[in-house]
């Protein structure tokens, strides 16, 4: 009797081992940077988001848990680079007491992981504070600490490594990467952390991410790290939309300036859904209204969309009417049919043709990192270069190539009958389905 290989990241001078996956926006960025070297497994705890991951035919481990494995598992074992973005509700809450106090205790608790010179003295850091992660309210809290706990163990337990580091999160996680870049230097890499605004980098939509990059480079720690540079017009409220660079004619969408440090227009709405929406629109969002229907936001078509959030289908789209004075005009009973899925995706950078499963896609498409923001940055965290332009007319047009066939193996003789695991059905260090944030 024959069974298939588990899932396995191959031999590549970039092999991404993507911890806390979700649906592939890291991914799907890293299958169109193939020909650069590029490959990617993701770990993912949602059975939704590995489906849709396995529609995508995208690589995923087969333990869900990120806790569950480590950089010397056979699985994970040939990844060069660890990308990562761990669910961080239990402070990511603006004001909150108890997310301040999350906060503290992540903060503190890094300290203890780090500076370690010996597989043997970190166990027992680890050990110590898993404990006191487990203890938690919220055991949430120790999810950001996964990444470093790889980080150590691929250079104490493995002795190699990983050349290249990047962790994205909500801009409340800054003071977060800010400590790991601390730690990251005494660990032997150059490491800077910073927001990215994503309709910089030509996403059609309001969203801030905390990303920190390092590279594996002992002797020379303190050197600046190169990050992304916008290529797109900054959204502010009320600030007039630039003109194109260039006319379009030639039908692409989201292509970048040329022209010696010019930056193109926003990308707008109405740019990324010109193949569903034919006609101008609002979309009035619950963002910032605190409950109140007066002060919900409101934004036009040629304006990028606020950010996409699990609620994405709360947000009710209406003709774009204007009176004499230039207010907006909004009759209820005109309201037109809210974001479908693909729209959403597409909002997100996703590609059209995206296969998303479950019922619950708009959480999968909420928690994502852009796909197209996820091109800048793995282009200049491994490349150290802006992104060919040639990759985002491959993003636009990519559809879902069949999973790889998986290598049979022979089973291994069985002497006697197998003894029924006492794991729990859900580990408490994994993600669960709305927590795993990309």
């Avoid at 190169?226 to 989201?254: C, I, N, V, W």
């Avoid at 907006?328 to 005109?334: A, P, S, T, V």
Wanted: charged share 25%.
């Amino acid at each position: 009797m024959t069974h298939p290989s588990p899932p396995s990241l191959p031999s590549a001078k970039f092999g991404i081992v993507d911890l806390f996956a979700g649906p592939g926006g890291l991914d799907i960025a890293a299958t169109i940077m193939k020909d650069e070297g590029v490959e990617s497994i993701g770990v993912e705890w949602d059975d939704a988001t590995r489906a849709t991951r396995a529609a995508a035919g995208l690589l995923t481990t087969d333990v869900k848990d990120v806790a569950a494995l480590g950089p010397c598992d056979p699985s994970v074992v040939e990844a060069t680079v660890l990308t990562g973005g761990p669910p961080c509700q239990s402070f990511s809450v603006a004001g909150s007491r108890k997310g301040h106090q999350a906060l503290d205790d992540v903060l503190r608790l890094a300290t203890r992981l780090a500076d370690h010179e010996d597989e043997a003295s970190f166990d027992v850091a680890w050990k110590e504070v898993k404990a006191e992660t487990d203890a938690m309210s919220d055991d949430r809290t120790g999810f950001v600490l996964q990444p470093l706990r790889w980080i150590m163990e691929a250079k104490l337990k493995r002795h190699r490594p990983y050349e290249v580091i990047v962790l994205e999160q909500v801009p409340t996680v800054l003071p977060v990467w800010k400590h790991f870049v601390d730690i990251l230097r005494r660990t032997g890499y150059a490491a800077e952390a910073h927001v990215l605004h994503t309709e910089d980098f030509g996403v059609p939509q309001t969203r801030r991410r905390a990303v920190l990059i390092a590279q594996f480079d002992p002797e020379n720690v303190q050197r600046k790290v190169r990050f992304p540079e916008a290529t797109h017009q900054r959204y502010r409220k009320g600030a007039e939309r630039l003109s194109p660079t260039h006319d379009h004619r030639d039908g692409a969408l989201f292509r970048t300036s040329i022209s010696g440090g010019d930056v193109e227009p926003w990308v707008s709405m109405g740019d990324a859904l010109r193949a569903t929406r034919t006609t101008d629109f609002v979309m009035v969002s619950n963002y910032g209204s605190g409950g109140d229907p007066k002060n919900r936001g409101r934004r036009e078509s040629g304006e990028p969309a606020p950010t996409i959030t699990g609620k994405v289908r709360r947000n009710r789209l209406y003709p774009l009417r204007k009176d004499r004075s230039g207010e907006l005009m909004i009759r209820l009973e005109d309201e037109l049919d809210r974001l479908s899925p693909q729209e959403a995706g597409l909002l997100q950078t996703f590609p059209a043709e995206y296969p998303w499963r479950s019922t619950d896609v708009a959480q999968q498409i909420g928690n994502a990192i852009p796909p197209r923001l996820s091109l800048h940055i793995l282009s200049m965290a491994l490349l150290r270069e802006p992104p060919q332009e040639k990759w985002y007319t491959l993003l636009n047009e990519w559809r879902p190539q069949a999973p790889p066939v998986a290598v049979q193996r022979s089973a291994p003789p069985q002497t006697s009958p197998p003894v029924p695991s006492s794991a729990p059905g859900r580990p408490r260090t994994g993600a669960p389905a709305k927590s795993s944030a990309k």
